[in-house]
């Protein structure tokens, strides 16, 4: 720090007194200086934020309507909880499953004639197996083999072996053309007519037909079941026209059994009426009204 001391002195030779500053050597103050404070710094602590205000909810008084009542519900045994029933009766069931229980009503409750109502009997269980397992071992070919047949006839025809034509295979005749024309020509041993046929017009005078030319006839279940031996969906009927030898013995036992049944009972298929059933509230009414009678008999007595 320089500090400034003016002395007065006098100079030799200077008759005048001259005012010079005269520059000192710092002289060390004896003012202590302080040394600035550090001022410690707090952290901040972090203030956890105010969690959100939830909005004070108003309550709505409700309005009770006094026309509504209120009905408390009792879970007890059978009370408001009811037990499991079976809702089939409240399905909604495919069209053609309702139309198929549609007409099997219709056909209970109507009267049906006797030209119609005969498909209704058919052959008993034991002997129309003994008949498919008959049928089954004259099935006409196959259609691959007809093929594979009929390719191997066109080579050799065409490599110069052509072989003389054989006599045709004891085989089903089926479809409802060829069935009526072997019993016209009474080459049919024995005719099989399905139950279901629809529409029924198309075999409803084979049986006639079949009696008048005295060709044995069945009536079977199923048009899907004499399709399988045909390699067809559905069939309506099949004619058997000649067996090997050796099934002769069983197809004239079968023919037999299904004569007894059909051919010689055919006079009184022809007078039975089918149908005419009444359903469970005609019948309840009609013995109510029955009982009603009997009463007033009673009391008259």
């Not at 956890?48 to 309005?63: D, F, T």
């Not at 519900?73 to 069209?95: A, E, H, T």
């Not at 030209?115 to 691959?144: G, H, S, W």
């Amino acid at each position: 720090m320089l500090l400034l001391v003016l002395p007065w002195r006098t100079f030799h030779g200077d008759p005048l007194c001259r005012l010079q500053p005269i520059i000192s050597p710092p002289v060390q103050s004896t003012m202590v200086t302080k040394k600035p404070v550090k001022k410690k710094v707090v952290p901040k602590q972090k203030v956890a934020p105010a969690p959100l205000a939830k909005p004070k909810k108003v309550e709505v008084k409700k309005v009770v309507n006094p026309l509504f009542e209120k009905r408390v519900k009792n879970y007890g045994i059978g009370q408001n909880v009811q037990p499991k029933r079976d809702l089939s009766r409240f399905v909604k069931w495919p069209k053609y499953i309702r139309i198929q229980r549609h007409r099997a009503i219709l056909q209970k409750r109507l009267k049906i004639p006797p030209p119609i109502n005969q498909f209704t009997q058919t052959l008993d269980k034991p002997t129309a197996q003994q008949v498919m397992k008959m049928l089954e071992k004259y099935r006409p070919e196959n259609p691959i083999a007809r093929v594979q047949r009929l390719k191997a006839k066109a080579e050799a025809k065409a490599a110069g072996k052509e072989e003389p034509p054989s006599k045709r295979a004891n085989q089903l005749r089926q479809g409802i053309n060829s069935v009526v024309k072997m019993v016209e020509q009474k080459k049919a041993q024995l005719v099989i007519i399905a139950h279901d046929v629809d529409p029924i017009e198309l075999v409803v005078y084979l049986p006639a037909l079949c009696r008048k030319m005295g060709v044995p006839y069945c009536i079977i279940k199923g048009k899907a079941r004499l399709g399988t031996l045909v390699y067809r969906k559905t069939c309506t009927c099949v004619a058997l026209t000649q067996v090997e030898n050796a099934d002769k013995p069983n197809l004239a036992k079968l023919v037999e059994t299904i004569k007894t049944n059909f051919n010689d009972r055919f006079d009184d298929i022809r007078r039975h009426w089918g149908g005419g059933l009444l359903g469970p509230k005609s019948m309840a009414r009609l013995a109510k009204l029955e009982k009603a009678k009997k009463r007033e008999m009673l009391q008259k007595n």
